[in-house]
């Protein structure tokens, strides 16, 4: 046979091959992965990282009736391609196509859609008590088996999960542990440093003393190892820990040579070099970096923190140039929270970057850590609103309707570069809470104010009929759909508020004498700035709040998931001329 992938479609088929052409089985999958992701973009090193371990977990335990569940599902490229999907990676994170993550919908072998990381220890432990529970006994002898990764045990979540399976003596809950030594940057902290003196000689361990079983180290790319240590996992009967050794981007040399992200997370790339087909664009990332450095050399009181990500949220060339003023936390956004709080408290001004979708993790630590302190803590949210091919669990759309809950708390949404700079010293000048929020694309040219009201910019006004509020990055697409409706005859006032939550006095002014008020945004239409918005307005005054629906948002790219939310110059547009049908003016 010369090729084994085509005939591989089914765990079924990967129990019946021989053990002796599972390597080369691995070099095989390694290579389908560089070409199929390199076309389309993903999470590359990481699934690399992983072939031997998924290959070993789908010969040994039975799926879907052993359940397994991965902690990131970034990592389940394989467990794709051993469970019926190799052909979808054609349409890998497309509008529609094969999904980025685990997906239910997909597949019965996928039991969650895991995409944030340390939860899916939680996750077994509740369907390991659920099958004793409702199962009997052949269903509760089945295994649950769970895949963590090193870096997400930096995530308080698998703690409190490790805890009480510690506690389930007769809890069959496998743990298997891929250590390589990295989530997205080198894991941190003292879990850290343990696992890496187990590495050098193995000795008793933390997870024994919570009272789990251990075994290992393991060659984590052995096969025949894995699979021996996996069945020994399997008739413990218990809780267990499987530890494995890894190298993250395996078998590719341009991953293995890149020392910093191990190629993570890829665009659509050149297989034989690694490198992106598209050249660099500047982002908004990257504005944010630049600008937060020069901050940094004049206030000395400033001080930045990641949730493992240093490199993604623009804070790695603040870390290389302020070591002892960065702060990497690892996948806990609850502790770096409040942290910043104790920084702020002791007389620090922390600038805490993170996805946006990764504050919903600790929207307790911003209400009750550091705004019922009114601590000066500045939040930067990457990746604000539709981010993309990552999809639902990753947009950012969540963040202004959270936000605007939060006493005291004020939110920036630069609509540009300069923008983003002015709101950041603005930010770190605060003497309370402060959020700077900006999405995942290239930056794009200055949008300069054609006037103000106060600190209101008026983009453009050819008369008052309808008022536009634009959003941040809506602001574009707000011109565009002032320019149409202006060349129908209407009169159309475009203004940005810099400062969105809470309304300022200065945006009430611009509000008056307008008789449609029209607010875009790229979170949450009904609950987040337009929400706020409508609160303030007259009586009289109708008013139109755009923005993206509250539901979960499927992946495709920025541009047309923004398109079906309607929110786009002619979407826009469109919404307007439909709402003066309803209420002419």
């Keep these: 046979m010369k090729t084994l992938l085509p005939y591989v ?38 699934n690399l990282g992983i072939v031997e371990i998924t290959i070993a977990l789908h010969r040994v335990f039975e799926s879907p009736d052993d359940v397994i569940v991965f902690d990131t599902g970034h990592q389940t490229y394989v467990h794709k391609i051993l469970t019926g999907r190799r052909d979808g990676f054609d349409t890998l994170r497309c509008r529609g196509g094969l999904s980025g993550y685990p997906s239910r919908q997909e597949s019965p072998h996928d039991h969650l859609a895991s995409s944030h990381a340390s939860t899916a220890l939680a996750y077994a432990d509740g369907m390991a008590k659920a099958r004793r529970i409702t199962g009997g006994d052949a269903r509760a002898a089945r295994s649950v088996v769970a895949v963590v990764g090193d870096g997400a045990l930096t995530g308080g979540v698998a703690w409190e999960a490790l805890n009480n399976l510690g506690a389930a003596r007769h809890r069959p809950v496998i743990v298997v542990l891929n250590d390589n030594g990295r989530s997205y940057a080198p894991t941190v902290g003292g879990c850290a440093g343990h696992l890496g003196r187990l590495r050098a000689a193995p000795g008793v361990t933390v997870f024994e003393n919570l009272g789990l079983r251990y075994l290992g180290p393991v060659d984590g790319h052995d096969i025949e190892a894995l699979e021996q ?32 992200e191990h190629l993570h997370a890829i665009p659509v790339t050149d297989p034989a070099t690694g490198r992106p087909l598209s050249p660099r664009t500047s982002t908004w990332t990257h504005a944010f970096a630049r600008h937060l450095c020069a901050l940094g050399e004049r206030r ?25 003023r960065m702060f990497d936390v690892g996948i806990a956004e609850q502790h770096a929270l409040a942290s910043a709080a104790g920084l702020a408290m002791s007389g620090l001004h922390p600038v805490v970057a993170v996805y946006a979708t990764f504050l919903n993790r600790a929207i307790d630590q911003v209400l009750m850590d550091v ?13 604000a609103g539709i981010t993309g091919p990552d ?10 309707a959270a936000l605007a809950m939060v006493p005291g708390m004020r939110v920036a949404a630069p609509r540009d570069a300069v923008r983003l700079s002015e709101l950041l010293e603005e930010a770190v000048e605060h003497d309370g809470p402060t ?34 509020v634009a959003i941040g990055p809506m602001a574009g697409p707000c011109l565009s759909a002032a320019a149409m409706l202006s060349a129908a005859g209407l009169g159309v006032t475009v203004v940005d ?33 337009g929400a706020l918005v409508r609160q303030v307005c007259v009586p009289g005054q109708h008013v139109l709040n755009l923005g993206l ?8 790219s920025r541009s047309e998931l923004l398109a079906e939310a309607g929110l786009t110059g002619q979407g826009i547009a469109y919404a307007i001329r439909k709402e003066l049908n309803r209420w002419p003016l």
């Design 391 to 400: 999809g639902p669990s990753h947009h950012g759309m969540w963040d202004l």
């Design 300 to 324: 000395r009181d400033l001080v930045a923190i990641t949730a493992a990500m240093p490199g993604p949220t623009g804070l790695a060339e603040f870390g290389r140039r302020f070591p002892e």
């Design 229 to 260: 240590v996996m069945r020994t996992a399997r008739e413990l009967r218990a809780p267990v820990v499987i530890h494995c050794l890894t190298r993250k981007g395996l078998g590719y040399q341009p991953a293995e040579q890149d020392l910093d």
């Design 435 to 468: 959020a700077l929020r900006f999405p995942k694309a290239a930056a794009g040219p200055e949008i300069p104010p054609a006037g103000s009201v106060g600190d209101v910019d008026v983009l453009s006004s050819t008369g008052q009929d309808v008022l536009l």
């Design 371 to 383: 705004a019922l302190h009114r601590l000066p803590v500045t939040l930067v949210l990457d990746r």
């Design 497 to 529: 508020p810099r400062w969105v939550i809470p309304v300022s006095t200065d945006l009430r002014k611009a509000l008056c004498g307008s008789r449609l008020v029209v607010t875009v945004e790229d979170g949450i239409a009904a609950s987040g700035a």
């Design 9 to 46: 479609s089914t765990p079924d088929d990967l129990r019946s091959l021989p053990a002796e052409l599972l390597p080369g089985l691995a070099r095989e999958i390694r290579d389908f992965l560089i070409d199929k992701v390199s076309a389309r973009g993903g999470h590359l090193g990481s």
């Design 549 to 556: 629906p509250c539901e979960f948002i499927g992946q495709g």
